[in-house]
């Protein structure tokens, strides 16, 4: 039925970004969830070819609706590594994050532990002193992940699309 399913909507087998957008911006409560979109989109094509195949919506599907929380953290994290070298910087946080929050209609603040208000940027400098165990400004799969699973707000946070 997915496949068909699938086939029905992209005859050629091919899920392009256009087509990515169009269906979920649907989705988004706001007109802003194009950039956020993308992010979700490098996310699940996992080769990078600039399409979605049927194998990659699967993985998509299964991922956002029955992987373990360590396999949606993974997928997140590929969707914040905005530049696909393997790590995720604070400016590709932040980048992703003001995204996200456009989409979702979520103002540009975030809270602390304290409830203290906090700016965007002052929000991914404590998550980067949460999640970088060494302390070299980048955050690896493992860090982000590991970090994560050790904080339930962190991952729900994060990877808020994926645990919705």
């Known amino acids: 039925e997915q496949y068909w399913a699938f086939k029905q909507d992209c005859p050629n087998g091919e899920l392009t970004l256009f087509d990515f957008i169009t269906v979920y ?25 600039g399409f979605i195949d049927f194998r990659e919506f699967l993985l998509a599907i299964n991922i956002t609706s029955n992987e373990s929380a360590e396999e949606k953290l993974k997928c997140a994290f590929r969707m914040y590594d905005v530049s696909c070298n393997g790590s995720i910087d604070q400016p590709e946080m932040r980048t992703v994050l003001q995204a996200m929050y456009k989409a979702y209609g979520i103002c540009d603040k975030t809270r602390s532990v304290s409830e203290k208000r906090l700016s965007l940027k002052e929000g991914v400098e404590s998550i980067f002193s949460f999640l970088d165990e060494n302390n070299d400004g980048q955050l690896t799969e493992e860090e982000f992940v590991s970090g994560c699973l050790q904080n339930d707000k962190m991952s729900k946070l994060l990877a808020f699309t994926f645990f919705e």
């Open 25 to 49: 911006k649907e989705l988004f409560p706001t007109e802003h969830g194009e950039e956020f979109c993308q992010h979700v989109f490098r996310a699940f094509d996992t080769d990078h070819n």
